[in-house]
């Protein structure tokens, strides 16, 4: 499945934004999907999953609250709605798709056969 993100850009702290994922082929709908980013000089690190079939969420403690993970699977599009962001927040958001035979930890990049080109994300203070 290849994957493209979109909807990153520049928001003031407090404010909020919507990314998106689309997916190309018809087995969107059997992918759990994750989102990662990475700042500047740091790893890249989980933000949150949502699982393929039940469509349970998963969130990193720092978005826990503020982020909310939703699928598409008519539009083979997965979101992800940013509520509440802070600087730390700045990053590279990748969205990435794991498959349902994969069982690998849901937190690990390795998990992940395919990922997006990235979009970035800025809080300004």
């Known amino acids: 499945v290849q994957l493209q993100a979109s909807g990153g850009g520049l928001v003031q702290a407090g404010g909020s934004l919507r990314l998106s994922c689309a997916a190309s082929g018809r087995t969107f709908s059997t992918y759990s999907m994750g989102w990662f980013r990475q700042a500047p000089g740091l790893e890249r690190e989980f933000v949150g999953y949502?699982?393929?079939?039940?469509?349970?969420?998963v969130y990193a403690d720092s978005v826990q609250g503020r982020f909310i993970i939703s699928r598409d699977n008519a539009k083979n599009t997965v979101y992800l709605q940013m509520n509440g962001l802070k600087p730390e927040d700045t990053a590279v958001y990748y969205c990435?798709?794991?498959?349902?035979?994969?069982?690998?930890?849901?937190?690990?990049?390795?998990?992940?056969?395919?990922w997006g080109q990235g979009t970035l994300v800025t809080v300004s203070s």
């Open positions: 990435a798709a794991k498959s349902s035979y994969s069982s690998g930890p849901y937190a690990a990049t390795a998990s992940y056969e395919s």
């Open positions: 949502i699982r393929w079939n039940s469509g349970s969420t």
